[in-house]
């Protein structure tokens, strides 16, 4: 019996209302990191014990303490040191980023290649996130890269599922389709479970939302939306189609919808830096 795409959208919207979707849970470390951040009178060597369980986190919090992105005078060997100079909402916001990718594993030939795309282009957005948001005032960069990654998490239990749907997961446009229409909603969903700011749940839900125009100064969603569209220049994806300088996003963090982020020179080496620090092992 071939199911059709109006009655896959209408199981799975029911699944997410019922709670039968199957959401990615966030690794314990991170939870005990961010626990651990916002109780009073933790110590660095406190959440350096925390962080410690974990050896390859451990690695690359290092290597991202050492790195161009932080200009530490003076090598660092310790993590200690490390989270003390960083900050602890830096280390925080770090420690959730580092330990994404493990949620992007699969577990089957059929998704693989399907998730380490999904990987890599969330890695892109929060690279270009990260990059922008230098230029506008109130926002953290390291918070700008974790909303990047986490801009389509919602995808993840839709490709879980497809598994279990032969229709959904041979058909690659109607799998996008699908990821389309209920990734947003999802992905608000899988971020309030995981008790993130409301500021990050936002951008899962409206990074997509191109006629919104909240008050007040620019937000994450803001530039996520942007590091999204930028992320598809060169590319034929349906965003390359749109007229850009229509989306308030562009206006509220004051960049020209005309500008490509990633052809900067000055930004290219941050951009490269970032993207290795997501991506490569740690002993890499």
């Known amino acids: 019996m071939v199911v059709s795409e109006e009655q896959i959208l209408v199981d799975l919207q029911e699944d ?33 014990d925390i962080v410690a369980t974990d050896a390859a986190l451990s690695a ?17 060997d310790n993590l200690q040191t490390a989270i ?10 770090l420690v959730s980023s580092l330990v994404m990718q493990q949620m992007f594993q699969a577990t089957t030939d059929a998704l693989d290649m399907r998730l380490r795309r999904l990987w890599e282009h969330s890695v892109q957005v929060a690279a270009i996130a990260r990059v922008l948001a230098n230029g506008v005032p109130g926002l953290q960069k390291d918070q700008a890269m974790l909303g990047g990654l986490i801009h389509d998490i919602g995808a993840l239990p839709i490709l879980v599922r497809a598994e279990d749907i032969p229709e959904l997961l041979e058909d690659e446009q109607l799998l996008d389709r699908v990821i389309h229409n ?19 749940a936002a951008v899962a839900a409206q990074h997509e939302n191109f006629e919104r125009s909240a008050g007040g100064p620019a937000d994450y969603v803001d530039l ?35 500008i490509n982020v990633i052809e ?21």
């Open 60 to 76: 690359r919090l290092l290597r991202v303490a050492n790195s161009p992105l932080y200009r530490a005078r003076n090598p660092i």
């Open 224 to 258: 996520v939306t942007v590091a999204n569209l930028q992320s598809y220049i060169g590319s034929e994806h349906p965003h390359t189609q749109l007229d850009w300088s229509t989306i308030p996003a562009f206006a509220r963090i004051g960049i020209p919808a005309d």
């Open 182 to 200: 209920l990734h947003p909603q999802l992905g608000e969903k899988i971020l309030k479970t995981w008790d993130f700011p409301d500021s990050l």
């Open 16 to 48: 997410i209302e019922t709670n039968n979707l199957v959401l990615p849970t966030l690794p314990e470390v991170a939870l005990r990191v961010r626990d651990a951040v916002e109780s009073d009178g933790t110590s660095a060597s406190q959440i350096a």
């Open 84 to 93: 003390a100079r960083m900050g602890y909402s830096v280390v925080r916001n």
């Open 264 to 284: 900067i020179e000055e930004n290219q080496d941050e951009l490269g830096e970032i993207e290795h620090i997501l991506i490569t092992a740690p002993d890499a």
